[in-house]
């Protein structure tokens, strides 16, 4: 834990006092700038951002979620990001990593919150329960709603870490028995930046917080409030099997020859195509790989209610509240089916029905065909 | 004794009206063909690499290509929905008034449950839409208009032009690209479902009315009793109405002296 002594250290300073050389502290700055998916050209105001600006306290709340946000979070692959996240920030309060516990750790969280008013970064991980009162999520005896309210109050941004808190995630999927609900439905009034993912790629997180903390401001968003130079591409654009998708190779099963051949996952249900993500350009565990590269298609993990669009190995989803399972082109074919029966039915009584009147028109067709001059 | 009447063609669908028919015809098979082949392609997996094969990119171009033509061709019909002759007009599509609702009413009875129209009355014969038609039209085109939108805002991530990041917004407003994706392909069934109606239905008009229903999207006449007409018979005399047969030479020859 760090002390309010600490926070008036630079990022520079404290990088330096750890032993690190400056050029360590210009290689990660340069990484840094990669992270953020900032132009080389802009390392010097990373550098200079760094050196001037006071580390920011960081709050991590957790509400309905698995913590595999953290997990994820807490693999940032740069020795120097873990340094980050450990040390860098101040990480004030966050249920998983901190060594307080019970009432110290509120005391902690309280104390930084009111000592930091109105600039600490306020992360929040997991969704909000809301049916009966919010009692499905409580936190030493409070519900999710009422300290997600009192952190929110003071802070400066708020960071929806995963897809539970940026959009619901699978607390909120059907039948959503709890009533959950991301983040910017309750805080509406706080500038919110959506991260999502099951769980966001590391380096994305570690991005994100790093370009707040060195620019102060939030990064360049999408329509969905996503930080745009990492969400603003699909997966499906940045793919290494796109080649094959181009060219029509498409695997049909995930123990055939094509596939481990590197054919395109499409027709075995990958979401590549309508996932913002960067998975295909950073990669995870140390840019090692990422599921499709592993032969496994993409499920759209950070796309929002990506939980019920399933079957996820089929690129059709089944409808939702049909009971049985039911594609769109299931209901199509027998929309087909009975608008062609209803013309063979409809054609068949037109016979009966106007036949009087078909038969009059005949009638005279017939006198005047005969009467036709030579 | 039955007789047939006498009919005069009219001018219904103008040129543009029949070429925007026709375009969308065309245009709307391919978006189809191609959008399903799209949503579910085959696996043609002949032993190439991918260097030297491009098909399924091909079929997405077409896709897309053809959906700017139809795009187009839409923006085109609404023009002529108000430029265009009183059956192309607007207000053909919308039954606002007590005569569309009437004829909504007498279509759905006679044709289409097919019950005896007791009265013949001849303001009860549309002679471009009827009232019924047009409004499905009119519910077509708010279709065509969900699809253009929903697939402009799929291709927009992976366009550069500005038209496809204008409809951005509707990506964002289902809640994400599956969705909206999701939308499009339901709709193209409605389009489906539409045509065999459709079709059906310009062939049974055809048939038990017998007013040249079918060809009048190619030529762009139909036939309606002169009754309804008022202008004087002589003014209305068309160029295929002067040729004459070879028993009546002399009498032609004898008129013109």
Redesign the interface.
Known sequence: MSTSNEKQKTYYESIIEKGYSRRDFIKFATYMTAFMGLESSMVGQVVKAMETKKRIPVIWEHFQECTGCTESFIRSDHPLVADLIFDTISLDYTDTLMAASGHNAEEAKQASMKENYGNYILVVEGAIPTKDGGVYCAIAGRTAIEVLKESAAGAAAILTFGSCSA?GGIQAAYPNPTGSVPVDEIIKDKPIIRVPGCPPIAEVMTGVVMYYATFGSLPELD??GRPKQFY???VH?SCYRR??????????SFDSQ?AKDG?CL??LGC?G????NACGTMGWNNGVSYPIKSGYPCI?CS????WD?SPFYE???NIPGMGIEAT??T??KI??GA??G??VV??V??NF??KK??R??E???E??EKNI?? | M???FNYKRVYVWEMPVRFFHWITVLSITILIVTGFII???P???AN?E????????Y??AIHFITAYILIANVIFRIYWAFAGNQFANWRNFIPYTKKGIHNILHVLKVD?F???DKEHKLYNISIGHNYLAAFSYFIMALFFVLQIMTGLALIA??SSWFLPHAF??V??MF????????IH??S??LF??FI??HV?LV??HD??E?RGEASSMISGFKFIRSERLNEDESEIIDKAEKIT?K?DKGKAKNKEK
């Open positions: 959009w329509s969905m603003g591409k699909r654009d080649p094959n998708f181009d060219a029509g190779l498409f695997a049909e094509e054919y499409y027709k979401r195509p309508v996932t913002y759209g796309e929002n209610n990506f669009n690129r059709l989803q769109a082109d209901v199509g929309a087909i608008a062609i209803a013309a409809h054609s009584a037109t029905a106007k009147e078909i009059e028109a009638v005279s067709g006198k005047n001059k030579a | 039955a007789t047939t949503a579910n392609p696996a043609i997996n190439v991918a260097t030297n094969s491009f098909w399924f990119g079929v997405r289409i097919l019950m005896k991530d992976s951005k917004w990506s964002t809640g994400g690209d599956i969705l909206t994706r999701y392909h339901i193209t069934w489906m479902v065999i109606i059906y062939l049974f048939y038990v017998a047969w028993g």
